[in-house]
């Protein structure tokens, strides 16, 4: 397999996310937004579960269990914390103030996995920030219901890192199709308790609902794909891809507008992405062949 693949997988994986956080907010504006969420891992799981049985309902183990556990509850913690906040803010702007996951993954990383930081690694970090930095230009500030919304993101941020380094201890071992089935079903439970006493949506909102599942599917089958082969500090500097498609997607569904600053913040994240692929090209290159 080419080593570009897990890039292109990543990146892939990153844009059937963003469409899912379209979904979501969509229909978060005729639902309470955790019942949009629970309905879209009950669509999820419900797809997850079929991928899961046609591959031969490949087996949990006991010592599996406590990983996917923790990371499903991440993932629905950050699911919840994200959601509420982009109720409020434009997709573009709640993405990018996500963008500080990955800054905090390469420590992470290393205190968990440990894996070795590396400089060129962080300095593409940094870089990527930095196009973030400029994508806030000329945004409103944040003050009322956007607040409370900026720490939502800013907390997701940080339940997002974490479970971006569990899915790396997990995937090469555990493999997408039990990534993708765990990271449904767990925080589908963890959400039940929002969707009692709700009516049941109406016909025309259900495809909204499927493609929320289908997309967050893809995009965990896509990044646990790309994980087993690439370390985690590397791929994170590639969620700052994000930004173009958030913005593209608010445009089309909403019709939110995007500032010029978002494209010219998108333009120095393009160069953090690749200075952080070379990066890990050159780590390639200089490792030791194995006898």
């Known amino acids: 397999m080419s080593r570009t693949v897990p890039y292109v997988q990543a990146a892939a994986g990153i844009a ?23 309905g879209r891992y009950l669509a999820g799981a419900t797809i997850a579960a079929l991928v899961w049985w046609s591959q031969g309902a490949p087996r949990f183990t006991r010592a599996m269990a406590r990983g996917h556990l923790l990371r499903g509850a991440l993932i629905a913690l950050t699911a919840g914390l994200f959601f509420v906040a982009i109720h409020t803010l434009t997709l573009a702007e709640a993405i990018t103030l996500s963008f500080t996951a990955p800054l905090m993954i390469p420590p992470l990383a290393h205190l968990f996995l440990g894996e070795r930081m590396r400089g060129p690694v962080l300095g593409a970090g940094l870089l990527g920030f930095a196009g973030v930095v400029v994508t806030v230009q000329g945004a409103p500030a944040f003050t009322g219901d956007r607040l409370p919304a900026l720490a939502a ?7 997002y890192a974490l479970s971006a380094v569990a899915m790396r201890a997990r995937a090469a071992s555990d493999g997408a199709t039990r990534l993708t089935l765990s990271g449904t079903v767990v925080p589908l439970i963890l959400f039940a308790p929002f969707a009692w006493h709700q009516p049941l949506p109406v016909p025309g909102s259900w495809p909204w609902f499927i493609a929320a599942g289908a997309f967050g599917n893809i995009g965990i089958q896509l990044l646990a794909r790309a994980y087993a082969r690439v370390e985690v500090q590397i791929l994170g500097i590639l969620e700052f ?18 500032r010029p600053q978002v494209w010219a913040g998108a333009v120095v994240i393009l160069a953090a992405c690749l200075w952080a692929a070379r990066a890990d090209r050159r780590a390639l290159a200089a490792a030791p062949v194995a006898p």
Do not use: Q
Request: proline residues 4%.
């Open 153 to 159: 993101v800013l907390a997701a941020s940080l339940t």
């Open 16 to 38: 059937a996310l963003c469409a899912l956080d379209a979904s979501v907010k969509r229909l978060g504006f005729a639902y309470p937004v955790l019942f949009v969420v629970f």
């Open 241 to 258: 891809t994000a930004l173009p498609w958030a913005a593209l997607f608010g445009w089309l569904v909403f019709g939110e507008a995007v």
